[in-house]
T-cell receptor, first 111, second 115 residues
């Protein structure tokens, strides 16, 4: 499994754009990059997934450079309700078909 | 679909008692996962099933923990006897396939407190 490194915490203010970068230097050729979001007292929720270049949905954008050794989750114009823990997951271990979560990035959005 | 349904939402029990957590996965999902979350250890995978068959239980802490999936719409996680260190939030999740590129859907969790 590709190991991921992401900041432990980030602070932002409402209306700002937030970028959370995840490093995954040993990503394999067939690995996807997936981000989950977890609000307090809830289970994780899928946000976005990509393989290369850029992916955008109604919640976020995911930027992946050509070497794929890192990725950046971009949240446009955050609000208080975006306060959550964001997990970056990378890997496609055929021997263990289950998501493995790291520590995640705790995003705190202030008014 | 109502999503993954877990019960109870909260459970408080005394040390030594048996605890059973329940999960109903999303219909049509072939994979079911049990996770445990604590402040110290984060989200840990305990066990997962494929088509009701346990595939990997290497995350189960010890013999006090057991999980079953008698049919495609129901799974249980049992702790017997329970200990204070088992206090955590237990999540159940399901997905259509076991591939990482398939979205996993999590339940609301069961907050277990063992006193």
């Amino acid at each position: 499994l590709a190991k991921t490194t992401q900041p432990i915490s980030m602070d932002s203010y409402e209306g700002q754009e937030v970028n959370i970068t995840c490093s995954h230097n040993n990503i394999a050729t067939n690995d996807y990059i997936t981000w989950y979001q977890q609000f307090p007292s809830q289970g994780p929720r899928f946000i976005i997934q990509g393989y290369k270049t850029k992916v955008t949905n109604e919640v976020a954008s995911l930027f992946i450079p050509a070497d794929r050794k890192s990725s950046t989750l971009s949240l446009p114009r955050v609000s208080l309700s975006d306060t959550a823990v964001y997990y970056c997951l990378v890997g496609k271990d055929t021997g263990r078909r289950a998501l493995t979560f790291g520590s995640g990035t705790r995003l705190q959005v202030q008014p | 679909d109502a999503g993954v349904i877990q019960s109870p939402r909260h459970e408080v029990t005394e040390m030594g008692q048996e605890v059973t957590l329940r999960c109903k996965p999303i219909s049509g999902h072939d994979y079911l996962f049990w996770y445990r979350q604590t402040m110290m250890r984060g989200l840990e995978l305990l066990i997962y099933f494929n088509n009701n068959v346990p595939i990997d239980d290497s995350g189960m802490p010890e013999d006090r923990f057991s999980a079953k999936m008698p049919n495609a719409s129901f799974s249980t996680l049992k702790i017997q006897p329970s200990e204070p260190r088992d206090s955590a939030v237990y999540f159940c999740a399901s997905s259509r396939t076991g591939d990482w590129d398939t979205e996993a859907f999590f339940g609301q969790g069961t907050r277990l407190t063992v006193v």
